[in-house]
């Protein structure tokens, strides 16, 4: 079992900067993928970035690769997801997910069915 919360979300205009936090709590950190999946309202969850905490490997979203980093802190047990250069497009509900189920060939897949634990989501609005 794994506990997960997101925190860092706000309001910014187009073309700043935001962080977001996911604490994990629970079981052993370094054995799952994790990822940062996005929702905005009246579409579907769509993946935005993974890393595999053990290896370090990690995948971007077409959409925001070179934009975002996702980031982590193994002391502390802690994603991030560094976004810059924000557009309104980014705007949506931002979710912290973990499994290991989602490991495949050296990295973590983004597929929001392979993970199980899921944080309560942190917001995100962008401005224009």
């Known amino acids: 079992q794994v506990q997960l919360v997101e925190s860092g979300g706000g309001s910014v205009q187009a073309g700043g900067s935001l962080r977001l936090s996911c604490a994990a709590s629970?079981?052993?950190?370094?054995?799952?993928?994790m990822g940062w999946f996005r929702q905005a309202p009246g579409k579907e969850r769509e993946e935005v970035a993974t890393?595999?905490?053990?290896?370090?490997?990690?995948y971007y979203a077409e959409s925001v690769e070179g934009r975002f980093t996702i980031s982590q802190d193994k002391a502390k047990n802690t994603l991030y997801l560094q976004m810059n250069s924000l557009k309104p497009e980014d705007t949506a509900m931002y979710y912290c997910?973990?499994?290991?189920?989602?490991?495949?060939?050296?990295?973590?897949?983004?597929?929001?069915?392979?993970?199980?634990?899921w944080g309560q989501g942190t917001q995100v609005t962008v401005s224009s």
């Open positions: 629970g079981d052993t950190y370094s054995r799952y993928c």
């Open positions: 997910a973990a499994d290991s189920r989602a490991r495949f060939g050296g990295f973590c897949l983004g597929v929001t069915g392979l993970y199980k634990f």
């Open positions: 890393i595999d905490t053990g290896g370090g490997s990690t």
